[in-house]
């Protein structure tokens, strides 16, 4: 085995216009026929071969459009996310998100959870609170179409709170208010790495305002969730005057010149 000096999916990918998930599937085959292949003459036939079959107008066209080839690993249906008091973030995921999406949610409840594995078991409410667990109050979701709706949540996410606000949601201060997206497997890191950086990118361009600079968010795997006390799911339906900090900052997302 020797390094190449280049990725296969870069060089193929710089010219072809790719999903964000053809492009892990390309980088995946190219990983596997660097470890299959011993010699460098039979790289450019292995790899023209295998690769042209997955990017055949065919094979593209079938994923572009209907994203469920043989080929490609769904993207999973569960992701948690912080904004700050789990309140607000259920509200405007649950209720607003679906008035654009209906449908899109196939369940949600408020809790907590930790970028670390190995933090503090069960936590309680009075716990969290205190941010010495370093649990993130988060809303934990299931999709019913996450290849639809996936990417389109990570970026309503973005309008209804405040992500360069570091441990920080409007008075509510702490680690467990930071802005925060717990993944269930690559692709959703990948998607959600590539939303903050297009974000960071319209901060930095003015299509956007913020308080801050700096987009903080941090984006995690995915760790046990617990679940808040029955009084605290759906609150805000609930208990429709109740607190609630988020508010739209953007109502579409801006389109970079």
């Not at 469920?68 to 769904?74: A, L, R």
């Not at 009075?126 to 990417?151: D, I, W």
């Not at 305002?209 to 969730?225: A, L, N, P, R, V």
């Amino acid at each position: 085995m020797f390094n190449m000096p280049f990725r296969l999916e870069q060089v193929i990918g710089a010219s072809l216009n790719l999903t964000v998930r053809q492009l892990l599937m390309l980088r995946r085959l190219s990983q596997e026929l660097l470890r299959s292949t011993t010699n460098k003459s039979s790289i450019a036939s292995t790899a023209t071969k295998s690769i042209a079959a997955y990017l055949s107008p065919s094979h593209r066209m079938n994923s572009t459009t209907t994203d469920s080839s043989s080929n490609m690993i769904p993207l999973s249906k569960t992701l948690a996310l912080g904004a700050g008091c789990y309140w607000g973030t259920e509200k405007y995921v649950v209720k607003d998100f679906q008035k654009m999406f209906p449908g899109s949610i196939a369940s949600a409840a408020v809790g907590f959870m930790s970028p670390d594995p190995n933090a503090m078991k069960n936590p309680s409410y009075r716990q969290v609170c205190s941010g010495s667990t370093g649990h993130v109050e988060v809303l934990n979701v299931e999709l019913n179409e996450p290849e639809k709706h996936f990417e389109e949540l990570i970026k309503f996410f973005y309008m209804f709170h405040d992500p360069t606000t570091k441990d920080r949601q409007g008075n509510d201060t702490g680690s467990q208010y930071g802005s925060a997206i717990f993944c269930s497997d690559d692709q959703q890191k990948e998607i959600a790495g590539k939303v903050k950086t297009e974000l960071q990118s319209l901060l930095d361009a003015g299509k956007i305002k913020y308080s801050g600079k700096k987009i903080e968010t941090g984006i995690y795997d995915i760790q046990t969730f617990y679940p808040a006390h029955d009084e605290h799911q759906a609150y805000l339906e609930k208990n429709p005057s109740g607190y609630c900090n988020h508010f739209m900052r953007f109502k579409e997302w801006p389109v970079m010149n």
